[in-house]
Each structure stands twice: as C-alpha cells, then as structure tokens.
C-alpha cells in the first residue's frame, strides 16, 4: 500500500480538472466545449484531448469567457504548485519505504503532462532531451503516441494567440502605423537620454550614461531589425512572429484603453500560467533534490540533474511577453493615438461586425426584436 495515495489521486483529478478548462481553448470558437471528462471513461481520461479540435480563430466576442477560463486555469495552477508543500512534510526516510513500489514509472512518462505541454505551445527545439532520446520514445502504446502525434500537429494556444494578435488593430501600414511611431519614439527617447548625458561636468558618470544608452540602442535594435528577430525564432529563444511580437507590444503600452483593456488581461494570465508551471516545476526539482538527491531517477533518468534542466526561460511558452518589459518605454514617449485610433480602441465595434458576419452567429439586431 502506497502511502498518501490520497494526495496522489487528489493532484491527478486537478490536473484533470486544469486539462478540461483548458481545452476550451482548443475548438473553433476557442471558449466552447462539445463534451465533458469523466473519471470512469477510458477515452475521456486520456486528458480529453479527444475532444480538442483544430483552432481557426479566436472569436473575440467571448473574451469574457475566455478570461474567466485562463483566471480558473491560474487558481488550479496555484494549487497545484501548493500541493508540493503537503508532499514535502515526507521525509526522505519514509519516502525510500515505498520508492521502490514506483520503479520503473517517471514522471518523464505522463501523457497528461506532455499533452498539456503540446497543447499549450511548447515546441520540439525547446525540449531537454531524456536520455538522449526524443521524448515520445518512453510511450509504447498506439494510442498515447497517436495522441502525442496529434498534439503536436494541431495549433496550439501559442499559434492561436500568435494570430490574434497579428490582427491588433492599429498596426495597419496604412492607417495608425504603430511600428513606425513607436519606433520614432524610441529614437527620440535615446537622443533626449544622450543630450542628458553630455550635460554631465563629471567624465566618469558622462561616460557610464552613455554606455547605458548605447546598450539600450542593441536592446531595441532586437526588436527592430527583422533579421534579428528571425535568427533569435530560428534559435528558440523568440516564439511570436514579428507583426505578433508588435501587437502584443501596442497592447501593453495602450492597455488602458477599452479595446485593449480585456487583451492586456489575457496576456497577464498566459504568463501567470508560464509563471506557476515554472514555479511547480522548481517546487517539484527542490523536493527530488531533498528526498532523493544526486540518485538517478526511477524511470532510469538522472533525477534531479534531468528535472533542473527543465527549469529555465526554454520551457517558458510565452516568454516573449516576460520580455516585452524590455521593450517598454515612459508614458510620455509612448505615440499619442490619432482621433480615429482613439475612437477604435474605445469601441467594439469591429468585433460586433466580425460576430454578426460570422455563419451560425444571431444577430445582435434578431435579439433587440425579440
């Protein structure tokens, strides 16, 4: 008998639970789900990622639901990283009584988790290798490896979120022109940065104020210069597209205007997420480290060397945003938006059309008769 069985199948249920809302991501309206899991059947505890279908689009219309979603995601994340506290009141002794009873299984071998991991966006270069072996390899069976397959070719939330903000309004060559006052902005800011500068009488400080500046020009140069950018997705150390690197970037900057208002909210919870599963993973690599420490792991991995590789910025799948802090400059710098981008952001009017265009969708029009 394994002791605290409970606390085991009381973490697979919220994992299962954290699986089911997130798959509300993951069908055509991204927020609306055909089925339910349920405990008792077969198919439906592969996670229910039977039930995910392709993403098209996200339909902005229920972004009210999509939020509330992502903020229940993040409560379940929360326990979840607070479950690893329960578990570290085991000391290592009593651990080894029942270790051997978990040999030769390893959390390297969780559908679940690695599906979440697929689902979410996180990418095949981004992954530390086991044993020097692709991670699919320890799954035998027809089905998980089908499942696997399938995660993978599907688009994920990361390319769904990557679409949706390409289509950031205000980034129109023709139109607002974001990019090209942003960065006009960004200029200006350094001048005014270097003509600070020079009016040091110190030398030393002079020269250490310019460093600083000059450093900063590289800093935005990164996200300036697109053979840059593409180099850095090539490497897997940037994931968005550049025109989505840029909305994501207009919509923090203007986040206090309607329109981005409910945006900005879902950009802080996709890396609350990033951050907690970040957090459960260093919770989870403290605890091998305590109960276990340098012995190799029981699914024949090295143990905790293995589970602290996993612990870094690569396994981050929106750490572009994490980054956009980088790129943000004082509100006084940031472009004022002309009187037709103000009147955009301050409505929904855009959404609406795009809602009532939509096949299957009431009209707004057929609800205010009735």
């Known amino acids: 008998m394994i002791p605290n069985r409970g606390i085991i199948d009381f973490v697979i249920s919220t994992l299962l639970t954290f699986i089911y809302y997130i798959s509300f991501f993951n069908f055509q309206s991204v927020s609306r789900c055909t089925g339910t899991i349920s405990s008792t059947d077969n198919t439906s505890n592969k996670l229910g990622f039977s039930l995910i279908k392709k993403i098209k689009n996200m339909d902005e219309a229920m972004m009210l639901r999509i939020l509330s979603r992502l903020n229940r995601v993040v409560c379940i994340w929360r326990l979840l990283v607070d479950q690893v506290m329960v578990l570290e009141t085991m000391t290592p002794l009593d651990f080894l009584d029942f270790r051997s009873h978990l040999s030769p299984a390893s959390g390297f071998q969780s559908l679940q988790f690695r599906l979440i991991e697929n689902k979410l966006g996180l990418r095949e270069v981004n992954r530390v290798t086991y044993n020097k072996e692709h991670y699919q390899t320890v799954f035998r069976d027809e089905g998980s490896c089908n499942l696997l397959k399938q995660s993978e070719s599907e688009d994920s939330l990361l390319d769904l979120i990557e679409k949706w903000l390409e289509r950031t309004p205000g980034l129109e060559p023709t139109q607002f022109n974001f990019w090209n006052k942003y960065r006009a902005s960004v200029n200006q800011m350094l001048l005014d940065e270097e003509q600070e500068a020079e009016d040091f009488s110190d030398e030393d400080t002079k020269k250490i104020v310019l460093g600083d500046v000059s450093r900063q020009r590289e800093v935005f140069d990164n996200i300036f210069n697109l053979q840059k950018h ?34 900005h909210q879902l950009l802080t919870l996709l890396m609350d997420i990033d951050s907690l599963m970040t957090k459960w993973r260093y919770n989870h690599v403290v605890m091998v480290q305590r109960m276990l420490g340098n012995k190799p792991g029981t699914g024949g991995s090295s143990g905790y060397q293995y589970l602290r590789s996993t612990v870094s910025d690569r396994y981050k799948v929106f750490l572009d945003l994490f980054n956009l802090s980088s790129y943000l ?11 037709v981008m103000k009147r955009r952001l301050s409505i929904m009017e855009d959404v609406v059309i795009q809602y009532a265009e939509t096949p299957g969708n009431p009209s707004f029009l057929e609800h205010e008769e009735e």
């Open 329 to 339: 400059i004082p509100r006084k710098y940031i472009p004022s938006l002309t009187p």
């Open 230 to 263: 593409d180099n850095l997705v090539v490497r897997g150390d940037r994931k968005l597209s550049h025109k989505a690197l840029q909305g994501a970037l207009m919509i923090f900057l203007y986040r206090d205007e309607p329109r981005f208002n409910q945006p």
